[in-house]
């Protein structure tokens, strides 16, 4: 025991740590650059560079290290380039580790949800914004396990530098186990203190899966910021957790009818003209065409696959159709004056600007910020406001959606409803014209449909917006919208004031449809 409690304290042992240490770091560092590198090469739209990157990986991945190390320090010098042994074995290490950790990062961000890029893009987030505030920083909970292991493996394949005569732990044990023939107490020392430098990386995961821990209730910082309380366990919705009902005042036919005249006759918020769209050789817009007048409130009808959600986001230039145009606010979204389709960067801007604001049928709320935060902070990082400004706004809106309670709770901690809720108050905080709401109740529980419903109900009757609502509640969409437009095939069957339609439909398909979604018992007629 003298004896190795000798060999674990030696400076010559301790030494080859140094030497090991810095490897490894200078190993890692390069390859967390490079593999950063090659993992955004592999994203992008770019053939050529996802193709370079990908040739890189199989070179890289399919060689030994210990014949990258021989290349590095005997083969570079040829050329011209002479490096010292450490410098060698990092440079080795580095490349050797880049496409490891280069896949690490690329299944981190394709495992975010695309739902969370989807509510970004629709908030006018810019493609940089996009990756730093909302990809990033979940990606990067989901990296810490993975390149935990990997900062192990390359510290333990720092070994291999001994082949170049760097002297590292593993050369340094060697060397003296060779000299004075102990060899399994000086191995026995030279494991445990790598077993003492591997545990350290372990303790570092560890602390950072900690700090990233999006249910402790402690301060946060790096990518996001948050100040909450500790989350409060989620309960079945209550007379508190409903937002106020507002109970609307009869309306009659002939109100309806003066109010659907006077819409006539406002300026076009939305014009879609000859719009064709395709997935693969499917046709989902075939031609559509249809104008929405500022203030109006349209509920688009129709069976799965009659292309009421692609509408939507079509509007919001959230797809890309092959033919017509769609204009909001007279404005081509999308497209520059020359006719030239807009880049990301430009099209983010453009959607801020013109103020189409979405809701979508998976809430698609940021998992990693509370509920306050979905909504002010879109506002720090696309239209320029101040924190306090904004959260000023989000908790507002949380109160008129009855969620001020809620305010600093995650997304997972609230029910479907409140989520939702949430997701309505976020689309409403820039102060949109024009509102999409795509099937905003469909992922919902049967008795969470009514919380939601009544918060769209109270904006389409208090706010007056422009609002283009896809849905199958009948009754809701009888009450609620002033025009029903049915969607069949891609095109429009029939379009008309909404009762009109939902009573005494012209169409047969439009009637065929009503009767399979029970309208006769869902609505109640109007007087």
């Not at 009109?500 to 309208?519: D, E, I, K, S, Y």
């Amino acid at each position: 025991m003298d004896l190795f409690l000798h060999y674990l304290g030696l400076p010559y042992l301790l030494d080859g740590i140094r030497f090991t240490i810095t490897v490894t770091l200078l190993g890692l560092a390069g390859g967390l650059v490079l593999g950063l590198v090659l993992a955004a090469m592999q994203l992008s739209r770019i053939g050529p560079l996802a193709a370079i990157a990908r040739g890189y990986t199989v070179i890289f991945r399919g060689t030994p290290l210990i014949l990258q190390l021989v290349f590095a320090y005997d083969a570079l010098p040829h050329i011209g380039i002479k490096l010292s042994a450490i410098g060698a074995a990092g440079l080795a290490l580095a490349a050797n580790e880049a496409p490891f950790i280069a896949e690490i990062f690329r299944s981190g961000v394709l495992g975010v949800d695309r739902g969370q890029t989807l509510a970004g893009q629709a908030l006018g987030m810019t493609p940089s914004v996009l990756m730093r505030r909302i990809i990033a920083p979940q990606a990067l909970r989901s990296m810490i396990p993975a390149l935990g292991n990997e900062t192990v493996s390359a510290l333990k394949n720092s070994s291999l530098a001994s082949v170049i005569s760097v002297g590292e732990l593993t050369l340094r044990s060697t060397q003296l186990a060779s000299s004075t023939f102990d060899f399994f107490s000086i191995f026995f020392a030279s494991g445990l203190l790598y077993l003492c430098l591997t545990g350290a990386i372990a303790a570092i995961q560890l602390m950072i899966e900690r700090a990233l821990d999006l249910d402790r209730a402690s301060t946060r910082g790096g990518f996001w910021r948050r100040r909450r309380s500790p989350p409060v366990p989620t309960k079945p919705a209550g007379p508190t957790d409903l937002p106020p009902v507002f109970v609307p005042a009869p309306v009659t036919l002939g109100d309806r009818a003066r109010r659907y005249d006077a819409l006539s006759r406002n300026s076009t918020a939305v014009q879609i003209s000859g719009v064709h769209k395709h997935y693969a050789e499917q046709p989902v817009l075939n031609g559509f065409d249809l104008d929405i007048r500022s203030g109006e409130v349209v509920a688009l009808l129709g069976p799965s696959g009659s292309g009421k959600s692609t509408l939507l986001r079509c509007i919001n230039h959230l797809e890309q159709w092959e033919e017509g145009e769609i204009r909001v606010g007279g404005r081509r979204l999308g497209f520059r004056d020359d006719g030239r389709r807009m880049n990301p960067r430009e099209l983010a801007k453009e959607r801020a600007s013109l103020g189409v604001a979405m809701v979508f049928q998976q809430f698609n709320l940021f998992g990693h910020l509370t509920a306050r935060e979905n909504i002010a902070l879109p506002l720090v990082w696309v239209h320029g406001a101040t924190l306090a400004d904004a959260e000023r706004r989000a908790d507002a809106l949380l109160e008129r959606v009855g969620l001020a309670h809620r305010a600093d709770a995650l997304p997972r901690h609230l029910s479907g409803g409140q989520q939702q809720r949430v997701a309505i108050a976020r689309a409403l905080a820039p102060n949109p014209r024009v509102l999409l709401l795509d099937e905003p109740t469909s992922a919902l529980d049967p008795e969470l449909v009514g919380e939601v419903l009544e918060v769209i109900r109270r904006l389409a009757l208090d706010d007056g917006l422009t609002m283009i609502i896809s849905t199958h509640q009948l009754r809701f969409a009888d009450e609620v919208a002033d025009r029903v437009v049915f969607l069949s095939g891609g095109t429009v069957v029939e379009d008309g004031p909404a009762h009109q339609v939902l009573t005494r439909p012209h169409h047969p398909l439009t009637a065929r449809f009503l009767n399979v979604m029970g309208a006769g018992s869902a609505l109640e007629t109007v007087h």
